[in-house]
C-alpha cells in the first residue's frame, strides 16, 4: 500500500447589456445526436419510492440503484437500495441488501450510519462508500463496500486514517474494476478489484468523471472556469498526468454537475442545470467539443436535482431526479425523428438561471396542460453564442415569449420595450385580483405605474434595533438616525462589524438607495439633488475599517450598537434574528435610515416576465398566472414554527395571511428549541396577535424592491469610492455621478 502527501448601446448594445458571457467551445454537430435544436426527446417517467431523501444513486448498465434512508430522532433509519427497471418500469427493494449489510455490519461490530456514494463496477456490480459508526466503543469509520447486482455484499474495506474526516464527494470505477474515491478535502483513494487500496493521496481536481474508453479521470476547472482539465491519476506510483481539458459547459467547477460515459463520438456526457451536454476531450491531436444534446425541462425533466445519469444505446438516456417539490422520479429519454409536441402551443422561455420554483411550475405546467408547453432558451452562462443568439433574437423582432429575469438585466428590456404591462392581464384574471396579491410587493416593483414581472415569493431587506435607541415605529428620516447616533455617547458601533464600513454601505447605496435617483424608463436621474447629497452624508458617518473586539449581540443588547441587518424570508426566520442577534424581544424593525417607507426593501425571488411581441400572450398569461395562485405557493413552501430555513415568503395574500395565522397560533409558552448553524442553542417561540399584525404592517409599508443595474453599479462604486478615499467632496462625487448616469441613460434611449 502506498501512502503519501503533496502540495496542493444601439439595440444592439442594448442586448450585450443583458450580460456578458465567455466561451463553452467550438459547436459541432455530431452524427448520431444531430444539433440541439433539432433533437427532439420524449421521457417516460416512473414515481419511485423513498423515504425522506435519496443519499446516493447510480446507473449500472440499462437499470437505475439507489438509496434512500430515513431521517429519524434516534439517527438514520432505515436504509434500503433499490433498483430500477426503465424498461419494466419496475423499482424493486434489494432484499438481499438488506441481510447481507446487517450481517456484515454485525461481523464488523458496526452500524451502517450514511451511504455516501454509489458508482458501477464490472459486469453490472457496484461500488459503495459508506460512513460507519461502531456499536460501543471505537472510532468511527469510511466503508469501501462491492455488492453483486442483487445487492448482496461481496466484500468491504475500511478506508485508511489518512483519507482524513471528509465526506466522500464523488466515486468511479474504470474498465478493470478499480474504484476511485474523492474526498471533499481533494483527497484520493483508489482500490483493485479485491478491494486492495493501492493509493491514498491529495490530488488536484474537485471531481471525478468516467471516460467512454473505461479511465477515470479526476476533473478540476482552470482559474477562468472556460476548461475542465483532465487528469489521469497512477494507482501504482501516485500522483496524475494531463491528459486534455474539456469546455466548461457551465459558470462553476464539475464537482456541481452530474457525469457518465460517453458514446458516439462524445467522451464524456455532462448533466448541468439546465441542459445536457455531449464533451469531447481537447487534446493536441484534437479538438475539443461542448455540444447541447437536450434542454431537460423541454423533456419534463427536473435538472436541478438530478441524482444519477446515464447514457445508452439509440441515442437514449436514462436519469434519476429527486426534489422535495417532485419526490424521486427515474425518466426514460427517448428520441424522435420529428417533435413529438409539435401540434401543442409552445412557449419559449429565456433564462440565464433557472430557480428550482420555477423549474417546478414549468414542469407541472407542461404536465398538467395538454394543449401548450413552455419551453427552455438556454442564454447560459458559459455559452459562447448566447450574446449573438439573444442580439439575433431581439434585432429579428422575434424575442423568447417570455423571460426568467434571474441574471438578466431589466433595464435594457425596459428602455427597448421587449416587456409586457402585467398588470391588465391580473385586472382581467376571473381569479386573480390585485386584493388577492400581497400589493405592496407588486407595487414596489412596478415603474411608473407598470408592473413588468411577477415572482412567487419576495424576501424582506431590513435593519432591526433595540427600541429605546431607535423608536417603535419601523421607519427613520437621515435625521433621526443622527439624532439616536448621537444621544448615545457610549455608541460601539452603527452597525454589526461585517457592515459596518464605508466599504459595505456602497453596497447598499448601489441596491437599496440608488433607484430612488434615477428612473430609467424616462431617462431622467437626480444624484445631483439634496437628498443625495445629505445620503452621502449619511454615509460618512461610517468608518472606513471595521472596529476591534466586535460582539454585535451583545453590544445590539446592551445599546451600544444601533442595527443590524437582516434578511426575513420567512416568520420564524424573524424571530430567529431577533433573538440570535439581541438576545432580546423588545426590538424594532427600523430598517435603513432614509430609505422610506419602512424602511425596508423587497428582494423579490426569480420575477418571470412576458415578451411584448409574443405572438400569444393569452397563452404566456396562463403560465405567469400559475406561480400566483395558492396551488404553486403552498406547493413549493412548508410553512411552519420548525422551519427557519424556508427560502422566501408567498405572494398570495391567502397563503401568506396563512403563514401568519401559523405563527400567532402558537402559544408563546410552546417552545421550540434548537442549535442554529452557528452553534447558538435558539429558543423560538410563536407571535402574539400583537407581534403577527406589527410583521404584516412591515410588509404592507415597505415600498421599494432592491434591483442592481451593472452599469450604474459600476458608475457609484468608482464616484463613492474616490469620496471615501478623501479624493473628492460630496457635491464633486453627487455631480459626477450625475454626469455619468444621465449619458449611459442617454445612449440607452
Same mark, same amino acid.
Given at each position: 500500500?502506498?501512502?503519501?502527501?503533496?502540495?496542493?448601446?444601439?439595440?444592439?448594445?442594448?442586448?450585450?447589456?443583458?450580460?456578458?458571457?465567455?466561451?463553452?467551445?467550438?459547436?459541432?454537430?455530431?452524427?448520431?445526436? @444531430?444539433?440541439?435544436?433539432?433533437?427532439?426527446?420524449?421521457?417516460?417517467?416512473?414515481?419511485?419510492?423513498?423515504?425522506?431523501?435519496?443519499?446516493?444513486?447510480?446507473?449500472?448498465?440499462?437499470?437505475?440503484?439507489?438509496?434512500?434512508?430515513?431521517?429519524?430522532?434516534?439517527?438514520?433509519?432505515?436504509?434500503?437500495?433499490?433498483?430500477?427497471?426503465?424498461?419494466?418500469?419496475?423499482?424493486?427493494?434489494?432484499?438481499?441488501?438488506?441481510?447481507?449489510?446487517?450481517?456484515?455490519?454485525?461481523?464488523?461490530?458496526?452500524?451502517?450510519?450514511?451511504?455516501?456514494?454509489?458508482?458501477?463496477?464490472?459486469?453490472?456490480?457496484?461500488?459503495?462508500?459508506?460512513?460507519?459508526?461502531?456499536?460501543?466503543?471505537?472510532?468511527?469509520?469510511?466503508?469501501?463496500?462491492?455488492?453483486?447486482?442483487?445487492?448482496?455484499?461481496?466484500?468491504?474495506?475500511?478506508?485508511?486514517?489518512?483519507?482524513?474526516?471528509?465526506?466522500?464527494?464523488?466515486?468511479?470505477?474504470?474498465?478493470?474494476?478499480?474504484?476511485?474515491?474523492?474526498?471533499?478535502? @481533494?483527497?484520493?483513494?483508489?482500490?483493485?478489484?479485491?478491494?486492495?487500496?493501492?493509493?491514498?493521496?491529495?490530488?488536484?481536481?474537485?471531481?471525478?468523471?468516467?471516460?467512454?474508453?473505461?479511465?477515470?479521470?479526476?476533473?478540476?476547472?482552470?482559474?477562468?472556469?472556460?476548461?475542465?482539465?483532465?487528469?489521469?491519476?497512477?494507482?501504482?506510483?501516485?500522483?496524475?498526468?494531463?491528459?486534455?481539458?474539456?469546455?466548461?459547459?457551465?459558470?462553476? *467547477?464539475?464537482?456541481?454537475?452530474?457525469?457518465?460515459?460517453?458514446?458516439?463520438?462524445?467522451?464524456?456526457?455532462?448533466?448541468?442545470?439546465?441542459?445536457?451536454?455531449?464533451?469531447?476531450?481537447?487534446?493536441?491531436?484534437?479538438?475539443?467539443?461542448?455540444?447541447?444534446?437536450?434542454?431537460?425541462?423541454?423533456?419534463?425533466?427536473?435538472?436541478?436535482?438530478?441524482?444519477?445519469?446515464?447514457?445508452?444505446?439509440?441515442?437514449?438516456?436514462?436519469?434519476?431526479?429527486?426534489?422535495?417539490?417532485?419526490?424521486?422520479?427515474?425518466?426514460?429519454?427517448?428520441?424522435?425523428?420529428?417533435?413529438?409536441?409539435?401540434?401543442?402551443?409552445?412557449?419559449?422561455?429565456?433564462?440565464?438561471?433557472?430557480?428550482?420554483?420555477?423549474?417546478?411550475?414549468?414542469?407541472?405546467?407542461?404536465?398538467?396542460?395538454?394543449?401548450?408547453?413552455?419551453?427552455?432558451?438556454?442564454?447560459?452562462?458559459?455559452?459562447?453564442?448566447?450574446?449573438?443568439?439573444?442580439?439575433?433574437?431581439?434585432?429579428?423582432?422575434?424575442?423568447?415569449?417570455?423571460?426568467?429575469?434571474?441574471?438578466?438585466?431589466?433595464?435594457?428590456?425596459?428602455?427597448?420595450?421587449?416587456?409586457?404591462?402585467?398588470?391588465?392581464?391580473?385586472?382581467?384574471?376571473?381569479?386573480?385580483?390585485?386584493?388577492?396579491?400581497?400589493?405592496?410587493?407588486?407595487?414596489?416593483?412596478?415603474?411608473? *405605474?407598470?408592473?413588468?414581472?411577477?415572482?412567487?415569493?419576495?424576501?424582506?431587506?431590513?435593519?432591526?434595533?433595540?427600541?429605546?435607541?431607535?423608536?417603535?415605529?419601523?421607519?427613520?428620516?437621515?435625521?433621526?438616525?443622527?439624532?439616536?447616533?448621537?444621544?448615545?455617547?457610549?455608541?460601539?458601533?452603527?452597525?454589526?462589524?461585517?457592515?459596518?464600513?464605508?466599504?459595505?454601505?456602497?453596497?447598499?447605496?448601489?441596491?437599496?438607495?440608488?433607484?430612488?435617483?434615477?428612473?430609467?424608463?424616462?431617462?431622467?436621474?437626480?444624484?445631483?439633488?439634496?437628498?443625495?447629497?445629505?445620503?452621502?452624508?449619511?454615509?460618512?458617518?461610517?468608518?472606513?475599517?471595521?472596529?476591534? @473586539?466586535?460582539?454585535?449581540?451583545?453590544?445590539?443588547?446592551?445599546?451600544?450598537?444601533?442595527?443590524?441587518?437582516?434578511?426575513?424570508?420567512?416568520?420564524?426566520?424573524?424571530?430567529?434574528?431577533?433573538?440570535?442577534?439581541?438576545?432580546?424581544?423588545?426590538?424594532?424593525?427600523?430598517?435603513?435610515?432614509?430609505? @422610506?417607507?419602512?424602511?425596508?426593501?423587497?428582494?423579490?425571488?426569480?420575477?418571470?416576465?412576458?415578451?411584448?411581441?409574443?405572438?400569444?400572450?393569452?397563452?404566456?398569461?396562463?403560465?405567469?398566472?400559475?406561480?400566483?395562485?395558492?396551488?404553486?405557493?403552498?406547493?413549493?413552501?412548508?410553512?411552519?414554527?420548525?422551519?427557519?430555513?424556508?427560502?422566501?415568503?408567498?405572494?398570495?395574500?391567502?397563503?401568506?395571511?396563512?403563514?401568519?395565522?401559523?405563527?400567532?397560533?402558537?402559544?408563546?409558552?410552546?417552545?421550540?428549541?434548537?442549535?442554529?448553524?452557528?452553534?447558538?442553542?435558539?429558543?423560538?417561540?410563536?407571535?402574539?396577535?400583537?407581534?403577527?399584525?406589527?410583521?404584516?404592517?412591515?410588509?404592507?409599508?415597505?415600498?421599494?424592491?432592491?434591483?442592481?443595474?451593472?452599469?450604474?453599479?459600476?458608475?457609484?462604486?468608482?464616484?463613492?469610492?474616490?469620496?471615501?478615499?478623501?479624493?473628492?467632496?460630496?457635491?464633486?462625487?453627487?455631480?459626477?455621478?450625475?454626469?455619468?448616469?444621465?449619458?449611459?441613460?442617454?445612449?440607452?434611449?
Amino acid at each position: 500500500m502506498h501512502f503519501w502527501k503533496k502540495p496542493l448601446l444601439s439595440t444592439v448594445t442594448a442586448a450585450l447589456l443583458l450580460f456578458s458571457l465567455s466561451a463553452c467551445g467550438q459547436r459541432e454537430n455530431r452524427e448520431d445526436y @444531430g444539433s440541439a435544436e433539432e433533437l427532439h426527446y420524449s421521457a417516460v417517467h416512473t414515481v419511485l419510492p423513498y423515504y425522506d431523501a435519496i443519499q446516493a444513486a447510480c446507473a449500472a448498465e440499462d437499470t437505475l440503484y439507489y438509496v434512500s434512508a430515513q431521517q429519524t430522532e434516534t439517527g438514520v433509519l432505515p436504509t434500503r437500495l433499490y433498483h430500477f427497471d426503465p424498461a419494466a418500469g419496475e423499482c424493486t427493494p434489494l432484499e438481499s441488501f438488506d441481510e447481507s449489510h446487517k450481517a456484515r455490519m454485525q461481523q464488523n461490530n458496526e452500524l451502517l450510519e450514511q451511504i455516501m456514494a454509489l458508482c458501477a463496477g464490472p459486469e453490472g456490480s457496484l461500488r459503495m462508500a459508506a460512513a460507519c459508526v461502531p456499536r460501543l466503543e471505537g472510532s468511527s469509520c469510511y466503508r469501501l463496500f462491492s455488492l453483486d447486482p442483487e445487492g448482496a455484499i461481496l466484500w468491504d474495506t475500511r478506508f485508511p486514517e489518512e483519507f482524513g474526516p471528509y465526506p466522500v464527494a464523488a466515486m468511479a470505477a474504470d474498465a478493470d474494476g478499480f474504484c476511485y474515491a474523492l474526498s471533499y478535502d @481533494g483527497t484520493l483513494l483508489i482500490a483493485d478489484s479485491q478491494g486492495e487500496i493501492l493509493l491514498c493521496e491529495e490530488v488536484e481536481g474537485t471531481s471525478l468523471a468516467p471516460l467512454a474508453d473505461g479511465r477515470v479521470v479526476l476533473l478540476q476547472a482552470t482559474a477562468d472556469g472556460a476548461l475542465w482539465e483532465a487528469r489521469l491519476p497512477d494507482p501504482k506510483n501516485g500522483g496524475s498526468t494531463v491528459i486534455g481539458s474539456f469546455p466548461a459547459p457551465q459558470a462553476g *467547477g464539475p464537482e456541481d454537475v452530474r457525469l457518465c460515459a460517453g458514446k458516439n463520438g462524445y467522451d464524456l456526457f455532462c448533466g448541468a442545470d439546465l441542459s445536457l451536454y455531449g464533451l469531447r476531450l481537447q487534446t493536441e491531436e484534437q479538438e475539443g467539443l461542448c455540444q447541447p444534446i437536450l434542454t431537460w425541462l423541454n423533456c419534463d425533466v427536473e435538472g436541478t436535482s438530478l441524482t444519477a445519469l446515464a447514457a445508452l444505446e439509440d441515442r437514449q438516456f436514462l436519469v434519476l431526479s429527486s426534489s422535495a417539490a417532485l419526490g424521486a422520479e427515474g425518466a426514460l429519454l427517448q428520441w424522435h425523428e420529428t417533435d413529438p409536441n409539435a401540434e401543442k402551443t409552445r412557449l419559449t422561455l429565456a433564462c440565464r438561471q433557472l430557480p428550482g420554483t420555477v423549474s417546478s411550475a414549468i414542469l407541472r405546467f407542461n404536465r398538467n396542460t395538454p394543449d401548450c408547453r413552455v419551453l427552455i432558451r438556454d442564454y447560459g452562462v458559459l455559452r459562447q453564442d448566447g450574446v449573438d443568439r439573444l442580439t439575433a433574437d431581439l434585432n429579428a423582432g422575434t424575442p423568447p415569449d417570455l423571460f426568467c429575469l434571474e441574471g438578466i438585466r431589466q433595464t435594457p428590456l425596459i428602455q427597448k420595450g421587449y416587456l409586457e404591462d402585467l398588470w391588465p392581464w391580473i385586472d382581467g384574471d376571473e381569479q386573480l385580483t390585485r386584493e388577492a396579491l400581497v400589493q405592496s410587493v407588486f407595487r414596489a416593483m412596478s415603474i411608473d *405605474g407598470r408592473l413588468y414581472s411577477v415572482t412567487g415569493g419576495f424576501t424582506l431587506l431590513t435593519a432591526i434595533g433595540q427600541a429605546a435607541l431607535t423608536g417603535d415605529s419601523p421607519g427613520w428620516t437621515l435625521e433621526q438616525f443622527s439624532a439616536a447616533r448621537d444621544a448615545v455617547p457610549e455608541l460601539k458601533s452603527i452597525c454589526e462589524a461585517r457592515n459596518n464600513t464605508q466599504e459595505a454601505l456602497l453596497e447598499d447605496l448601489v441596491s437599496l438607495y440608488a433607484q430612488s435617483f434615477w428612473d430609467p424608463v424616462q431617462g431622467a436621474a437626480s444624484f445631483d439633488s439634496p437628498a443625495f447629497l445629505a445620503l452621502l452624508e449619511y454615509a460618512a458617518a461610517y468608518p472606513s475599517e471595521k472596529p476591534a @473586539g466586535a460582539d454585535s449581540a451583545q453590544w445590539l443588547a446592551e445599546g451600544k450598537q444601533l442595527f443590524a441587518h437582516v434578511e426575513i424570508a420567512s416568520p420564524i426566520a424573524s424571530r430567529h434574528s431577533q433573538l440570535r442577534l439581541t438576545g432580546r424581544t423588545d426590538t424594532t424593525w427600523i430598517g435603513y435610515p432614509g430609505l @422610506g417607507g419602512s424602511g425596508s426593501a423587497f428582494r423579490p425571488t426569480t420575477p418571470l416576465a412576458m415578451s411584448s411581441a409574443c405572438k400569444n400572450k393569452a397563452a404566456a398569461w396562463r403560465f405567469l398566472r400559475t406561480v400566483l395562485l395558492p396551488e404553486h405557493q403552498s406547493f413549493d413552501r412548508a410553512w411552519s414554527l420548525q422551519d427557519s430555513s424556508v427560502g422566501c415568503m408567498p405572494t398570495n395574500r391567502s397563503v401568506f395571511d396563512a403563514m401568519v395565522l401559523e405563527m400567532q397560533s402558537k402559544p408563546p409558552e410552546l417552545t421550540v428549541s434548537y442549535v442554529d448553524p452557528y452553534g447558538t442553542p435558539v429558543e423560538l417561540t410563536g407571535w402574539s396577535s400583537a407581534e403577527g399584525e406589527a410583521f404584516v404592517r412591515l410588509v404592507e409599508e415597505t415600498t421599494q424592491t432592491r434591483s442592481t443595474d451593472d452599469a450604474l453599479a459600476g458608475i457609484l462604486r468608482d464616484e463613492l469610492r474616490r469620496f471615501f478615499g478623501g479624493q473628492q467632496s460630496a457635491q464633486s462625487a453627487a455631480a459626477a455621478i450625475q454626469r455619468r448616469v444621465q449619458l449611459y441613460l442617454d445612449e440607452l434611449a
